[in-house]
């Protein structure tokens, strides 16, 4: 939540953060600002809205300097306004400040700066730390922010310029992301890889309450105690043209398009694909360990979870173990059960959700075995966990998250089978056949991407409905979750997910003439039974579309449109259905007008509680 940008360096440092603010804008976008230092003046510019106004402001007044901060909003403390975008400045503008987080005690901090003379101009948080700053600082920066950093509470990542070192960028953070870019005769500083990978690809990821100094000539780290300690630069592979739109109208179609190919660079990590079997030390659980478990806990937040519900059918299924799943903002509260010595996967396409992150330390407090499954390298949940399944699905721009979904039921469906042939549950010749056919889906898939029309033919049609009821049994009803999840949040539209069964237990009432019903139905041993849902829809007034697992004639007489994916093995037809509904989603909102990349009041990466 929130975007921060920083550059020092030869370049004129304004188009490098407008680029960078500009592929963080998945971060936040209710309002944007620069601060930069050109000559001896420290020129603020501020727009509320997307980062285009701001760019608009740039264009008629102009700016440039080697050093400079940006930031990209997602509100927390104070309305979005010009007034409470960032940059924050003190009274005597000693300095300049960006952050993400929140500070808990800002309040209590507030009430001591306003009696010893400050004066506030905005409602923000972000402006306290800025004021306690200027306040602290007595002509030495790491002084004042090592005594700042010991006083706030809460989560932040803070990019300051001080007036009297114009050149250099002070950063610290804690719970909140932060990667610094080495470059040549060059330095930058980001939220997040997709703003800096033009410039270098050689990183380092901050940790908690650290500080990085960030000069032209490189990037100085001390602890929190000030002490200068050495890091080693990770280098990203990450593609540039793959933070780039490319020729798509959206980041989502593009991601979407991308997922045949996430498949293949994901399936190709943890399997051999000369003899079809698992790479199983690729896996963070031995023999012995997976034999002796008696359950699994898996703890993630929105479509992760999802990932996570669908990953606990797979596995109870095929591995024959048992798995709960938490949402992390109840788990990290409810009472656990959990005990010492228990595996614990997160799920965590970013790596710096606050509550999953949160729920990963209560569980490593308790003695759990800590897993992730993560796409970010150097993130906090993939360096603190202790051991990453990591996906393979490259940067992902839009809001709503495809590709890195696929990634995650992916390595949940290989976890599974992993699990169940060192569990004994799965004969290793059984697991070679499930691997090889797995290895067809993405075929399947581009099938589906190819014939992509008929999806936005039937949104074209459908895009003034304005309830969508997603039913499934099984794992179609997991994979129903995310469906109803992609609807709601990038088109606006009111949808839900129910297991089938359970529709006629009260959900039936709200189905009238025009519902639309999409009835996931790839598992050929519940067609009889989803079958009489669809009809006890259908003769209510709705809609019904369905989904099937290769042709399925009783289709026809339940529902009124009918999609068809190849027929393969009902385990793996999830992996496959997704992408129409994944394209149904942003066809309805496309229709609608929305912006399906960046959809209002969300944030990509949710790093505060
Ligand atoms: C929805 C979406 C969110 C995230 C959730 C967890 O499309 O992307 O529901 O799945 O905020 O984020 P991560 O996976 O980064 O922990």
Redesign the pocket.
Known sequence: MCGIVGYTGDKNCVPVIMNGLTALAYRGYDSAGIAVWEGSELVLRKAKGKIDNLKAILEQSPVSGKSGIGHTRWATHGEPSDVNAHPHTDTRKTLAIVHNGIIENYQQIKGMLVKNGCEFVSETDTEVVAQLLGYLYRGNPLTALKQAVALIEGSFALAILFADDPETIYCTCKDSPMVLGHGQNESVVASDIPAILEYTRDVCFMQDRQIAVLRKSGITYYDEFGVEIQKTPTHIDWDVESAKKGNYEHFMMKEICEEPETFRKTFEQYVSTKDFTLKSDRFPWSEEQAKNFDRLTIV???????AGMLGKRFIEHMAKLSVDVDI?SEFRYNDTMLQSGEPFL????????AD?IAAMRRAKEIGCNTMAV???TGST?SREAGSVMYTYAGPEIA????K??LA?IIVMYLCALDLAQKRGAMTAEAVSERLREMSKVPASMQKILDNKEQVQFFASRSFAVKHVFFIGRGLDYALAMEAA??LK??SYIHSEAYAAGELKHGTIALIEDGSLVVALATQPELQAKIASNMEEVRVRGAHVLAVTNGHWEGAKGHSHTQWEIDQMDETLAPLCAIIPMQLLAYYLAVQKGCPVDQPRN?A???TVE
Do not use: D, F
């Not at 993630?300 to 999802?306: D, N, R, V």
């Not at 997160?346 to 959700?353: A, L, R, Y």
């Not at 809001?399 to 495809?402: C, E, G, L, M, Q």
């Open positions: 993630s937040c929105g479509t992760a979870y999802h992390a997160v799920i965590s396409q970013s790596g710096e959700t999953t993560c796409n970010v949940i809001v709503a998250a495809t890195t979904y995650q999840l992609k949040e990038i969300l990509k990466s949710v």
